[in-house]
């Protein structure tokens, strides 16, 4: 869809009716080519086979007025034989100007393509027209590294470069030894698919992307004499001069300033090009070295832009383009609002066909500028499937809009910007008032950094919070997350002896007959691992119960923390109760079970029935199904406590009444679940039915089947943790835990840490008593529990309650010993079990104010690449708060941007006496994120070259210009 507005031009027939002819019409050609149109000439397409159908349409790149006399095409008009093309091509030409009684008067390339180019130069010969260089060239002067060569020998400053076709020329051997880095390796030739520049920062790099160019020549149909070019790095401004030249004449019409700066990860994104004055610094440098340029490399006639970088020594050629600036000729407006009326596109059309007016134009764009303007590349900081774009129905209303040219619709595609290739448009902003273009300008970037350019479809979000399991691997998500291969995470601790795994480990006899006792613990993972080792600190054995159904892979989800674990024995639960406990005593043999300890979420109701069997400390099993979601919500709210509104089934059936009726979004997850498995954000009732029947069909993360799906409403307010351990129905607090969850990379709930709530807190005192009474409800009266729950406008909620120890590996166990002076949940649950005098003299509360200042700092990327260092990770270490780090990112891995747990990178335990210094390190970590620097990422290569928006289609151009 377009919408142009032009205005009109008077249109004086020539005496005889002339015929320019544009080889490959496409990009800014097109308006050239509408330009000698609206001026009474006709217009003769001759395409070749580089272009496809699509790329012939003048729509395309706003031109839906534009007629062409007659279009001849390769392979349905002309073929070429024998290299005899320009002879075949000039006679089907000849016939159709005369057929149609026209002169030919020119003859120019639309397009950048060597063919177009060299077609279009050949055939101007032979007809005896203006050519572009001069006839007596021999050489290609569009291959860029002839063009170094050129300059070098005329005198004028060049890249340092060299060429060739294999890495052991001596050449290549010596650049790549003792050329600075970063350099840029590129193909000598345009128009090979997937030959892009890249800066490489390293002879490695250099070296890798060097054979990979000579495998994209390899199996290239276009590839004689392709060679790679390696060049020095030049740091400066970049800039691109738009000439016109007749007879070697050249006048400058426009100068124009790249605006480029790190954005989503990319050190190098296009922000736009800004229009500079002849006089400013560095368009006075620019302007006559890039005419030197020209002349010596024979440029008489048409249009060209040249983009150079104006370094502290001076300007220097990048590459110089024998036709018109591309990018559609979105900027043409502007050009022709800034100076008197015209830009490249009307003096190429001057040059080629009115030379006398070409002889008024000004050698340069006269200064001042008539007005204020910019082109902007729009830069998207998010990525999704598009649903609207309120952000382009602000822009078209912004006092200072001209144009804007997009891709971009309704089911289109966004992705983070990180090249031209992935922005979503171009916007030109002009204004006689400077101060209001830069507040519309302004007002622009603010909708592209609060991602308000367009709506997108909704996401299934995950609620689910980062843990080991997470940072180990990032990628989608087909069954669960333990179906990944294991890797082996990255886990780092503090040099202070009070924080590592030792200091952690307090050994303490609870009796004197521990070491003839022996302790069940049922499916111990994660934290259980680390209450499996508290045990043994005190003299006593475990045996490792294993549930029916759990997974051999979780079997070894062991935190950094624990080491290798060691048990007296391990058994599995049997089909019957009494088989299960008949084989916990034979594997006891003379030892005496003291106690059966859940050690996972799967081990919970084996743990109770055992314990219940064998009259030991329990839970029982009066109440049924206590680790059932929905069970735990129908008996709070009976008990008249605020309870979460839900429906549950098998079948979808069961629940579609609930999900058509609640506000939007919903919360989905099985009713048997393992802290955040399987638990989605659904955004409507079509995202609902398919996650239900997704839990269906995935395996459970501790093995097994989801028999039953819950639905309840989407609590709105912060999110906490309660973690507790109870004997005998008293529970005492072990810690208050409140989530930090932010808006990030376009997720609405990205987790960013956990942090310690004071117990003497407004919140702590609604939370634990309301998080105690939930206990007493479900009966829980002896061992851990920690409680998910909301702290909504009308109270707290609860989300669920856990009845084992607080998951997350325990690795907030170190911290947690920090603020109350020594203990945890992990030593408390012992001791609930095995030592009534030490849990008696627990603190019912912990202390307040804490013995320390720290957190859980959950690590968040904002860019992604494939890892080549971990340089904040040495940053990390060395803070003064740091106790501990774990993460599944390291040198190879690749990294995504953090949207979800799948994408979570890692978690940092800071702590420290003095809260000014914890405070000091969590921002130097937010800024390491913020600034891209816990990663060094092999580079994708940056483009140095300003790429032709041939991906822009849509043109909306403002009533006024």
Not at 355 to 370: H, K, Q, T, V, Y
Not at 696 to 720: D, I, P, S
Not at 772 to 800: F, M, Q, W, Y
Not at 853 to 866: C, F, N
Request: proline share 4%.
């Amino acid at each position: 869809m377009h919408y142009v507005t032009d205005k009109p031009v008077e249109a004086t027939l020539p005496p005889h009716c002339t015929l320019l002819l544009i080889v490959d019409p496409i990009s800014t050609s097109c308006r050239i080519a509408q330009e000698a149109s609206k001026r009474g000439h006709r217009i003769g397409a001759i395409w070749t086979n580089t272009t496809d159908t699509e790329e012939r349409d003048p729509a395309r790149y706003g031109c839906a007025s534009l007629r062409y006399k007659f279009e001849l095409i390769e392979g349905r008009d002309w073929t070429a034989t024998n290299g005899k093309e320009i002879a075949v091509v000039e006679s089907v030409v000849n016939e159709a100007a005369r057929r149609f009684k026209l002169t030919i008067a020119g003859c120019i390339t639309g397009s950048g393509l060597p063919r177009s180019s060299q077609l279009a130069d050949g055939l101007a010969k032979q007809m005896g027209l203006s050519t572009c260089t001069t006839p007596t060239t021999m050489i290609d002067v569009r291959n860029k590294f002839t063009q170094q060569t050129l300059l070098e020998t005329a005198g004028l400053r060049s890249i340092k470069q060299v060429r060739g076709s294999s890495l052991d020329d001596e050449a290549i051997a010596n650049f790549l030894d003792g050329e600075k880095y970063p350099v840029v390796v590129k193909l000598d030739q345009i128009g090979i698919q997937g030959g892009k520049i890249k800066l490489c920062h390293s002879k490695q790099e250099a070296i890798e992307h060097f054979r990979y160019l000579l495998q994209v020549i390899a199996s290239s149909s276009n590839r004689t004499g392709a060679q790679v070019i390696c060049q020095e790095f030049l740091r400066g401004v970049q800039v691109m001069v738009d000439s016109v030249s007749h007879n070697s004449k050249h006048k400058t019409c426009m100068v124009w300033r790249y605006d480029k700066r790190p954005a989503n990860g990319e050190r190098h994104v296009n922000f736009g090009m800004i229009p500079m004055e002849s006089e400013a610094h560095e368009a006075a440098l620019a302007i006559p070295y890039v005419r030197q340029c020209l002349n010596a490399m024979g440029m008489k006639n048409g249009p060209s832009h040249a983009k150079c970088i104006v370094t502290i020594d001076g300007p220097v050629l990048i590459e110089l383009n024998f036709r018109a600036h591309g990018g559609d000729g979105s900027w043409c407006h502007l050009a022709r609002a800034l100076t008197d009326g015209y830009s490249q596109v009307e003096a190429s059309v001057d040059a080629l066909l009115d030379p006398a007016a070409f002889e008024l134009l000004p050698d340069a764009p006269l200064g001042p500028f008539n007005a204020h303007g910019l082109q902007v590349h729009l830069v998207s900081h998010s990525a999704g499937e598009v649903t609207s774009m309120p952000g382009f129905q602000v822009m078209k209303y912004l006092p200072s809009f001209v144009s804007l040219s997009t891709n971009v619709t309704v089911g289109s595609t966004v992705d983070y910007t990180t090249s031209l290739s992935t922005s979503p448009g171009v916007c030109v902003l002009m204004n006689k008032d400077e101060s209001k273009l830069n507040k519309d300008l302004g007002l622009l970037r603010y909708l592209e950094e609060i991602n308000a350019l367009f709506d997108y479809k909704t996401k299934v979000e995950s609620l689910a919070r980062p843990t080991a399991a997470s940072y180990s691997k990032q990628q989608k998500r087909n069954s669960r997350v333990d179906d990944m291969e294991k890797p082996s995470l990255v886990r780092i601790y503090s040099n202070d002896p009070k924080l590592t795994r030792q200091g952690m480990l307090m050994k303490r006899m609870t009796t004197i007959d521990a070491s003839k006792e022996v302790v069940v613990v049922v499916d111990p993972y994660s934290t259980g691992c680390l209450v499996v080792n508290e045990i043994r600190s005190r003299g006593y054995q475990v045996i490792a119960c294993w549930t029916l159904g759990f997974s051999e892979e979780m079997k070894t989800h062991t935190p950094g923390a624990a080491g290798e674990m060691k048990y007296f024995a391990e058994v599995d639960e049997q089909e019957d109760l009494a088989d299960t406990v008949k084989a916990i005593y034979e594997a006891a043999g003379k030892l005496r079970v003291v106690a059966c300890i859940a050690g996972g979420e799967a081990g919970v109701d084996c743990a109770d029935e055992v314990s219940e069997r064998m009259n030991l400390r329990t839970n029982g099993t009066h109440v049924a199904n206590r680790r059932d979601k929905k069970i735990q919500q129908e008996l709070i709210r009976d008990a008249g406590m605020r309870s979460v509104r839900q429906a549950a089934g098998s079948k979808w059936d069961h629940v579609v009444e609930f999900l058509q009726t609640e506000h939007y979004p919903v919360v989905l997850k099985p009713t048997d679940s393992a802290g955040s498995d399987g638990v989605k954000l659904c955004h409507n009732i079509e995202e609902a039915k398919q996650h239900f029947h997704h839990l269906f069909e995935v395996e459970a993360v501790n093995g097994g089947f989801n028999t039953e799906v819950l639905c309840q409403e989407f609590l709105r307010g912060k999110e906490y943790v309660v973690d507790q351990v109870s004997r005998d129905g008293i529970h005492k607090t072990m810690m208050v835990w409140v989530y930090d969850k932010r808006p990030a990379n376009n997720s609405a709930f990205v987790y960013f840490g956990m942090v310690p709530v004071d117990p003497n807190s407004m919140e702590a005192k609604i939370l634990i008593p309301y998080a105690r009474g939930v206990l007493d409800v479900l009966g829980v009266k002896n061992g851990p529990s920690h409680a998910e729950v909301i702290l909504t406008p009308t109270g707290p909620c609860l989300v669920e309650m856990n009845v084992r120890a607080h998951g997350g590996d325990g690795n907030w166990r170190s911290l947690a010993r920090g603020l109350t002076g020594g203990y945890s949940q992990v030593e408390v649950t012992v001791d609930s079990y095995l030592d009534k005098k030490q849990f008696s003299i627990t603190p019912n509360l912990p202390p307040t104010p804490f013995r320390a200042s720290g957190q859980e700092v959950i690590l968040v990327s904002y860019s992604r690449g494939r890892v080549i260092g971990t340089p904040g990770y040495d940053i990390i270490r060395d803070l003064q708060s740091f106790v501990y780090m774990e993460t599944g990112i390291k040198v190879g891995s690749f990294v995504e941007r953090t949207v979800d747990l799948l994408t979570g990178i890692g978690s940092v335990i800071l702590m420290h006496e003095d809260e000014s210094v914890l405070n000091a390190d969590i921002s130097r970590v937010r800024e390491m994120e913020l600034n891209n620097d816990l990663f060094e990422f092999e580079r994708s290569g940056a483009m140095l070259t300003n790429a032709s928006q041939r991906h822009l289609s849509e043109i909306i151009v403002g009533d006024d210009f």
